[in-house]
């Protein structure tokens, strides 16, 4: 069975860290497309933070430009979010997905195949 397994979020103070992880199993995730999309409070819908394609290509959504960054471990077969100088703003549900590879940075969630649970990320003083 496929699946892809959040951790690291938390509460935090405005100018604070935290790496997120995603790990997968039951399949390569290198060979995949993969996604941290995310959900703030009272939204419908989950939005694209940071794509990773399997050339090592990144997308990042402006508002976290400069302050996240994307990265694979392939021997651990995780994905991780580095998230530096977080912003209330960044308080969401933080899910990764994983994807085929279409040649294109796909933020529409449903071109994603694996979801992991999600992980929540909160930024209060």
């Known amino acids: 069975q496929v699946y892809l397994v959040e951790s690291g979020g938390g509460l935090v103070q405005p100018g604070d860290s935290l790496r997120l992880s995603c790990a997968a199993s039951?399949?390569?995730?290198?060979?995949?497309?993969i996604g941290w999309f995310r959900q703030a409070p009272g939204t419908e819908h989950k939005r694209a933070s940071c794509?990773?394609?399997?050339?090592?290509?990144?997308y990042y959504e402006d508002s976290v430009k400069g302050r996240f960054t994307i990265s694979r471990d392939i021997a651990k077969n995780t994905v991780y979010l580095q998230m530096n100088n977080l912003k209330p703003e960044d308080t969401a549900v933080y899910y990764c997905?994983?994807?085929?590879?279409?040649?294109?940075?796909?933020?529409?969630?449903?071109?994603?195949?694996?979801w992991g649970q999600g992980t929540q990320v909160t930024v209060s003083s």
């Open positions: 794509i990773l394609r399997t050339d090592g290509r990144t």
């Open positions: 997905a994983a994807g085929p590879d279409l040649g294109l940075f796909s933020i529409n969630t449903d071109l994603y195949d694996y």
């Open positions: 039951g399949f390569t995730s290198d060979n995949y497309v």
